[in-house]
């Protein structure tokens, strides 16, 4: 292996703050991965099977002779495997939504609830609908503006909603019209 390949490779492990704590620049990378109980080359890790050697094996089995073992890795614990325990940790931690909506987005939808409330049908026959959204679409992006806390909030309060329940039918602030859930 060149040695730029090599060093390039050591340089994006070791920008991950868990591997570079642990990371022993006197090993290979390769060895420094492994023990760790990191995969460096994943087509080496979880190898294609062999669908031939397979056969075989099931043939000598079958046939009361005892099988070769694989080479495959051995189960034996790994110094340093807290490192890939606590990489697994940070990858299932929720990271919560990230997703916003555009301000000119916000400012149309906002707009358009100070209009016509939640009429759809409204909203889309108005003449500043320019980009001729239609209810259905209309109706998706407000629902979606309203499932993303921090910007909906501060729309909530100003109008003074935000101790209401969006889902009470007997509320006629939040009734919408020109739905298919109509009943």
């Not at 390949?5 to 290979?28: G, M, Q, V």
């Not at 073992?69 to 034996?76: E, H, V």
């Not at 400012?107 to 889309?124: E, L, Q, W």
Request: net charge positive.
């Amino acid at each position: 292996m060149d040695t730029s390949t090599s060093k390039s490779t050591t340089e994006t492990f070791t920008k991950i703050p868990e591997i570079r704590a642990a990371y022993d620049e006197k090993k290979k990378p390769a060895n420094n991965i492994r023990e760790m109980g990191l995969a460096y080359d994943v087509n080496r890790a979880i190898p294609i099977p062999n669908v031939k050697q397979q056969i075989k094996a099931m043939e000598l089995e079958l046939s009361g002779q005892k099988a070769r073992p694989s080479r495959g890795n051995s189960s034996k614990e790994q110094p340093k495997q807290y490192v890939a325990a606590r990489l697994e940790e940070d990858a299932n931690e929720y990271a919560g939504s990230r997703f916003r909506m555009a301000r000119s987005m916000v400012r149309v939808i906002t707009d358009m609830i100070d209009r016509h409330g939640f009429n759809y049908k409204a909203m889309s026959l108005d003449w500043r609908n320019y980009e001729q959204v239609t209810w259905r679409q209309f109706r998706t992006k407000i629902r979606k503006f309203l499932r993303i806390p921090e910007q909906c909030t501060p729309y909530l309060e100003q109008k003074g909603w935000l101790d209401c329940d969006m889902n009470d039918p007997n509320d006629p602030r939040w009734k919408e019209y020109s739905t298919d859930d109509e009943s």
